[in-house]
């Protein structure tokens, strides 16, 4: 599968990118990586530089300021598709989605999946050092957006994934307005209303070792605010039909 690039947006992540960027590289020595940090004050920038110095396959975007998780991947893919990417990837640069799986993702899409996602929640699944509540938390959230956006896909929330060109330009990335974590479950819908082929395949999701988690209780309320105000205007969408269906 030529032409892959993984997207990895990094804020004070200088403890772990050399090491995640190394594992990617030593594990999928044909696949790309483009690194987009957000200003990261405590010298992640000057990581990544010194990473593209030295391996031509790895390339850094800097932003100026943090502005969310979206608003780095929507950059990165138009970085990505602008050079003319055909598969393009996320990861997470704190090690939890482990490069060595990324093969799984990779044989989904060379089996005709338009979106692979790496899932914790289908069978094979599974979390390493995740305290009950926070499974409890990622279980109930995805339950959640599959019964309010009619959506199946049990891990709609996972940042573990590859998408196509094709996928990315058929989803209109420039209407997209959800830049934290939101933004994931957003790209899933939007790719399952286009009528677009979702395969999930199942990780390991490895909680961080170092560093700070980026998730608080106030980024998941506001994903969920998000989640339920689409979820309503997808049911009077639906009401709508049924009430005036198209003339045959």
């Known amino acids: 599968m030529a032409g892959t690039v993984v997207v990895v947006p990094t804020y004070d992540e200088v403890d ?7 594992r990617l590289r030593a594990a999928q020595p044909d696949v790309d990586v483009l690194v987009v940090d957000d200003g990261s004050p405590d010298g992640t920038g000057e990581v990544a530089d010194r990473l593209a110095a030295a391996d031509p396959a790895v390339t ?6 943090k502005e969310g998780l979206g608003a780095a991947y929507l ?8 050079r003319g990417y055909d598969v393009v990837g996320e990861m997470d640069a704190d090690g939890s989605h482990q490069p060595e799986q990324l093969q799984r993702l990779r044989d989904a899409v060379a089996a005709g999946a338009d979106l692979a996602i790496g899932s914790r929640w289908v069978p094979g699944g599974s979390v390493r ?11 109930g959230g995805n339950l959640y957006v599959r019964l309010l956006l009619g959506m199946d896909v049990r891990d709609a929330t996972a940042g573990y994934r590859l998408f196509r060109r094709a996928t990315l330009e058929a989803i209109d990335l420039g209407t997209v307005r959800s830049t934290g974590y939101v933004f994931q479950t957003d790209l899933a819908w939007r790719t399952v209303q286009a009528g677009l082929r979702v ?3 199942p990780i390991e999701f490895v909680e961080r070792e170092r560093g700070e988690s980026k998730m608080s209780g106030q980024v998941a309320v506001e994903s969920l605010r998000l989640i339920t105000r689409w979820g309503l205007a997808e049911r009077r969408a639906r009401a709508g039909r049924r009430r005036h269906p198209a003339t045959r």
């Open 199 to 201: 395969v999930e395949v």
């Open 60 to 65: 850094v975007v800097h932003r100026s300021r």
């Open 16 to 22: 772990n990118l050399a090491w995640v960027v190394g």
């Open 129 to 139: 050092n995740w305290p009950l509540h926070r499974e409890l938390l990622s279980r």
């Open 75 to 82: 950059h990165g893919f138009a970085v990505a598709l602008e």
